[in-house]
């Protein structure tokens, strides 16, 4: 029996981080490897024990709907009741297309999960394709993005600076693992004036004809705003000018990055 339950803890420890890995994945949000291994262990466990101890089948399905949104609260802690319902909801949404992969992939190909080995390796490469599909829906995401909804507001110092997000930008420093603004060099004087470009470093960016020593400028407490609304502050990012014109530079002045958009705009969101 010992055997036995180790057997359905693996399986279910396997499907639970892989669910939780793309969930995070989907819905773009930073969790700790460490954290995602302790609440999927924590599921594993719960409905290990369920299964054995568990009289009916709707009881087992109901407690685990719990101990599933329990997990998700103390992984993610959002905010908000509808975003809430939103990450239960697309948690779900993954485990079908997870499990329903491992049938299909297990029926077609007519393979027996009667070995260990054989479900740990249907696991995996079910797991592969999940991910792919994952980022695939996020390539969707990114292509409907309406033009109006890239356009903020940057506050440094005093500094109004229009602003536009690059979806195809995603430069950062690799040392300090700050994203990256660029910025019409027309605002350096100004800049530098009020104080705000102390801190100089060098970072090293890819370009159309390879790679490019650029300066840079750790800045804090920079302030986004679109549609006249208060969106984020984010504590400290790198600024580099650029001596290049932008396109519609006369529409903006600078370019946010694509992961600064995401992680720290909510740019996109489930």
Known sequence: MKIYLDYIFLENLIINY???????????????????????????????????????????????IFVIIIAIYLLYKPEKLNKYLKLVVVYYLIYFLYVGSIISVTLFLKISL??????????????????IFTKYAWKIFKSNIKSDDLIYIMYIGSQRIKSFVDTGNSVKDNISNLDVIFINCKYYNKLKEEGVL??????????????????????????FY??????????????????????????????????????????VTI
């Open 114 to 131: 009667e070995n260990i080995i054989s479900k740990i390796s249907v696991y995996t490469f079910c797991g592969i394709i999940l991910n």
């Open 198 to 223: 102390n801190k100089k470093i060098y970072i090293n960016i890819k370009t159309l004809t390879g790679y490019e020593n650029v300066d840079g400028y750790v800045v804090r407490n920079v302030s």
């Open 18 to 64: 892989v669910i939780i890995e793309e969930l995070t994945i989907f819905v773009k949000s930073k969790v700790k490897i460490k954290s995602k291994i302790i609440v999927a262990i924590m599921i594993s466990i719960y409905s290990t024990i369920l299964y054995v101890y568990s009289n009916s089948v709707l009881g087992l399905n109901i407690i685990k």
């Open 226 to 267: 679109s549609n006249d609304k208060y969106v984020a502050t984010v504590k400290r990012i790198i600024v580099s000018f650029t001596l290049q014109e932008m396109q519609n530079d006369e529409k903006y002045s600078a370019l946010i990055g694509y992961n600064t958009y995401v992680e720290k705009l909510k740019g």
